[in-house]
T-cell receptor, first 115, second 115 residues
Framework: DAGVTQSPTHLIKTRGQQVTLRCSPKSGHDTVSWYQQALGQGPQFIFQYYEEEERQRGNFPDRFSGHQFPNYSSELNVNALLLGDSALYLC??????????????FGPGTRLTVL | AQTVTQSQPEMSVQEAETVTLSCTYDTSESDYYLFWYKQPPSRQMILVIRQEAYKQQNATENRFSVNFQKAAKSFSLKISDSQLGDAAMYFCAYRKETSGSRLTFGEGTQLTVNP
């Protein structure tokens, strides 16, 4: 059973650039959530996609945007990168329609460094 | 807004001994879920254990068990017979009962296991 996958593993960008991170959910899952984890801190919720729409959003600026494709995979886009955007970006997938606890399962993350 | 607090930034335990990690949370909801996730140096966030707030019985998963005190809003994790592979950052997380809701994480506890 394929788990959550993310690409790339590492990424280095400079201030002002744009970046796209990718996530494929666990087989059978239909919902993708994105989290930002700064060094030494707990993950912070960015947004969640279900049925190709953004369903929930955390306290992040509009520079952070996303997309979900018909196959449930998702992209996270960050424009006009700032030094403070350097972090580990985690993708988590879940099944909303399970009728039970839709536990979120995480991918290995993408380490973004902004210089 | 819900908050999750882990008051122990670091903990250490001897191999084969027992250790307890603490977590408190604040919510006005009556139905919710609580989780412990483990994040080893590989960065992959791994689900350790899950507790439904409506269940009085404490969850157990092999060597991992929780002490859930709903009135006190406390959710501690006990690791028995600690193993070297248990060394990791442990995060406590909260989620509303509503399907698909975001996870709110604590700041984490770094667990060291000494041989």
């Amino acid at each position: 059973d394929a788990g959550v996958t993310q690409s790339p593993t590492h990424l280095i960008k400079t201030r002002g650039q744009q970046v796209t991170l990718r996530c494929s959910p666990k087989s059978g899952h239909d919902t993708v959530s994105w989290y930002q984890q700064a060094l030494g801190q707990g993950p912070q919720f960015i947004f969640q996609y279900y049925e190709e729409e953004e369903r929930q959003r955390g306290n992040f600026p509009d520079r952070f945007s996303g997309h979900q494709f018909p196959n449930y995979s998702s992209e996270l886009n960050v424009n006009a990168l700032l030094l403070g955007d350097s972090a580990l970006y985690l993708c988590a997938s879940s099944l909303v329609t399970s009728g039970y606890t839709d536990t979120q399962y995480f991918g290995p993350g993408t380490r973004l460094t902004v210089l | 807004a819900q908050t999750v607090t882990q008051s122990q930034p670091e903990m250490s335990v001897q191999e084969a001994e027992t250790v307890t990690l603490s977590c408190t949370y604040d919510t006005s909801e009556s139905d919710y879920y609580l989780f412990w996730y483990k994040q080893p140096p590989s960065r992959q966030m791994i689900l350790v254990i899950r507790q439904e707030a409506y269940k009085q019985q404490n969850a157990t998963e092999n060597r991992f068990s929780v002490n859930f005190q709903k009135a006190a809003k406390s959710f501690s994790l006990k690791i028995s017979d600690s193993q070297l592979g248990d060394a990791a950052m442990y995060f406590c997380a909260y989620r509303k009962e509503t399907s698909g809701s975001r996870l709110t994480f604590g700041e984490g506890t770094q667990l060291t296991v000494n041989p």
